[in-house]
């Protein structure tokens, strides 16, 4: 069975040995005590880059300096980031650190005068730690726990949206990885742009990959025709955006309201031209323009039933003519800027 480790940092051997001998036969939830010795701050510094489990620091505060202690607790307090080790500061010269300047002033668990530090107190204040120390351990378990939780649930939420994505795109039979590379170059295109938190471009990202949802709506016959659509064909096809924004504008959830406004409105176009609701410029939600754009160059490099794939210089230069357009002016440029990392993310992510 682990021990619960104290380091002793004391520059008097005889308080080294004083302090094993009293505490020789103690035990705390069943586990005994390993003794640690270092003699400076220096030794007791290079002790704790070691021991990472140490549970209890028992500190004198004038060593190689009148405040060599107090320099080991902003050592583990500041550079090393450690609140869970408790520290009794033990000092036979109580006027080169008062204890109320010292307490006030570090964040340390524990004063002791030397003079006073009978066995039963010594013994009261390790087992006073070492039951705060388990306590704070028990809670760290639990925050990682908790944190290993919330990553599993994000990736299981991010994969459910990826997987309805695909059953939407699935039933045109070339859209192979559309759905994650316009997720992934919408997801650099939001931090791209700025002013967007990180907890929402997680939510923009999942959410931008059901923009063609709607699709589920449309007659196999009109999705995959393997020509150009006539016009009353078309007007099918473009019911799609009001269809998925009706599919998800009852949820509760905000990923999924900000994935149905997405569906509606990632046709619209800059200058207004575009559909369900001939919105234009800023009353298109700045996402739904990201996803424009991301959509179009994913699409347009794509082979289709009614299409083959486009060379990436002929697409940039067709939505170069088209912005302001159907394409926001100011996020064409960041896209302009970084076509090489959007390229790279699109071949990282081959049909």
Same mark, same amino acid.
């Given at each position: +069975? ?7 940092? #004391? ?5 080294? !040995?004083?302090?094993?001998l009293t505490l020789k036969r103690f035990d705390y939830l069943g586990k005994k005590l390993e003794f640690i010795s270092a003699f400076s701050a220096k030794e007791a510094n290079e002790v704790l880059l070691v021991e990472t489990d140490i549970a209890v620091v028992l500190l004198d505060v004038v060593m190689e300096s009148d405040h060599a202690g107090l320099s080991v607790v902003k050592f583990i307090r500041e550079e090393l980031g450690n609140h869970n080790i408790q520290i009794i500061l033990r000092t036979g010269q109580p006027g080169q650190a008062p204890e109320g300047d010292v307490i006030r002033r570090y964040e340390i668990n524990d004063y ?18 070492? &039951?705060?120390?388990?306590?704070? *351990?028990?809670?760290? #378990? ?9 990553? !599993?649930? #994000?990736?299981? /939420? ?26 992934? $170059?919408?997801?650099?295109?939001? *931090? ?6 990180? #907890? =929402?471009?997680?939510? *923009? ?7 063609? *949802? ?19 064909? %078309? ?13 998800? &504008?009852?949820?509760?959830?905000? /990923? ?23 919105? @234009?410029?800023?009353? $298109?939600?700045?996402?739904?323009? $990201? ?11 794509? @082979? &289709? ?7 990436? @210089?002929? $697409?940039?230069?067709?939505? @170069? ?6 394409? =926001?002016?100011?996020? +064409?440029?960041? %896209?302009? =800027? ?12 081959? =049909?």
């Open positions: +069975m682990s021990k619960w480790k104290i380091l002793i940092v #004391e520059d008097d051997m005889d308080m080294h !040995e004083v302090t094993k002791q005068e030397k003079s006073e530090l009978t066995n039963q107190k010594l013994k009261t204040s390790v087992i006073t730690a070492l &039951r705060t120390y388990n306590t704070l *351990i028990k809670v760290q #378990e639990q925050k990682n726990e908790l944190s290993k939780l919330n990553r !599993e649930l #994000e990736e299981s /939420q991010e994969e459910v949206f990826y997987i309805l994505g695909e059953i939407a795109e699935s039933r045109t039979p070339t859209s192979g990885n559309h759905v994650k590379r316009v997720s992934e $170059i919408v997801e650099f295109l939001a *931090i791209k742009a700025g002013g967007v938190h990180d #907890e =929402d471009i997680k939510h *923009i990202k999942r959410a931008s990959m059901l923009h063609d *949802i709607g699709k589920l709506a449309i007659p196999e016959l009109v999705l995959n025709k393997p020509g150009k659509l006539d016009t009353g064909e %078309f007007d099918v096809m473009k019911t799609h955006s009001d269809a998925g924004y009706k599919m998800l &504008r009852n949820s509760s959830k905000d /990923q999924l309201r900000i994935a149905s406004i997405i569906a509606r409105e990632h046709h619209e176009n800059y200058d207004g031209s575009g559909y369900p609701d001939g919105l @234009k410029g800023e009353e $298109i939600t700045l996402i739904s323009r $990201i996803v424009s754009i991301a959509d179009v160059f994913d699409a347009l490099g794509t @082979k &289709r039933v009614y299409k083959e794939a486009w060379d990436y @210089k002929d $697409i940039v230069a067709y939505m @170069k003519e088209q912005t302001g357009t159907k394409f =926001d002016p100011g996020l +064409m440029k960041i %896209f302009s =800027d970084s076509i090489d990392d959007i390229i790279g993310i699109c071949k990282r992510y081959p =049909d």
